[in-house]
């Protein structure tokens, strides 16, 4: 099944990296303010959600869904969980980290909430993609400049990583000391990150 691209509003200066990570045949929601990114990243809504308090409903045609300024949800959250209404397994949210660490954070927690509801999430700025890792293995590309692990929720415990500068072995890591920041794929190697229980989120630095 194709993918869900939520589009938030958030700044983008690297259209051209984020363009490599989206397919013509995504299913793209585009939460109020996000519409500014359609032109730069080359596509148009398969469905326009928003209370449209930071961009004026363009009135367009496409599916619309109009919400209320007053509301639990931020725009954001509305449109990931209308994707999980429609069917939606795999999630792809751009325009998410920016300015506001406020909308931020919560923008972040969505991982959280779609690694609970067992669906794939990638979040991906203009210098990371960021992902949940709970009681599975992800792989890092030496590609890639830097990776971090952070605790978002709880204790993580029984954390192996293998092929890279600083390998850990059924380490564990708690919210109040993250130390594992700016770890370094090994040359010709792709590291190896598990986690036996709880949740880390993994930042991998372009």
């Known amino acids: 099944m194709k993918k869900c ?19 013509a045949d995504d299913f793209f929601i585009f939460c109020d303010s996000g519409l500014r990114h359609g032109e730069a990243l080359g596509i148009s809504p ?7 308090d ?3 409903n363009p009135m367009s045609g496409t599916e619309t869904i109009v919400l209320p300024r007053e509301k639990d949800d931020t725009d954001s959250v509305y449109g990931v969980k209308e994707g999980i209404k429609r069917g939606f397994e795999e999630f792809l949210i751009i325009g998410a980290v920016g300015a506001r660490l406020d909308h931020t954070l919560g923008n972040l927690s969505i ?5 609970s ?11 990371s993609e960021m992902e949940i890792v709970s009681k599975s293995t992800v792989f890092v590309e030496d590609t890639f400049s830097y990776f971090s692990l952070l605790n978002v ?6 954390i192996t990583i293998k092929n890279a500068k600083y390998p850990l072995e059924k380490a564990e890591i708690t919210p109040e000391y993250q130390y594992g920041i700016s770890n370094e794929v090994l040359k010709g190697k792709t590291a190896e990150i598990s986690v036996e229980e709880g949740k880390l989120l993994i930042i991998k630095v372009f």
Request: proline share 0%.
């Open 5 to 23: 691209t939520v589009v938030c509003g958030a700044d983008i200066n690297n259209y051209e990296k984020i363009k490599g990570y989206v397919s």
């Open 46 to 52: 398969s469905l326009i959600v928003g209370d449209f």
């Open 54 to 56: 930071s961009w004026k």
């Open 111 to 115: 991982l959280l909430y779609l690694d």
């Open 117 to 127: 509801l067992g669906k794939k999430g990638k979040i991906i700025d203009d210098y």
């Open 153 to 158: 929720s709880g204790t993580a415990k029984g």
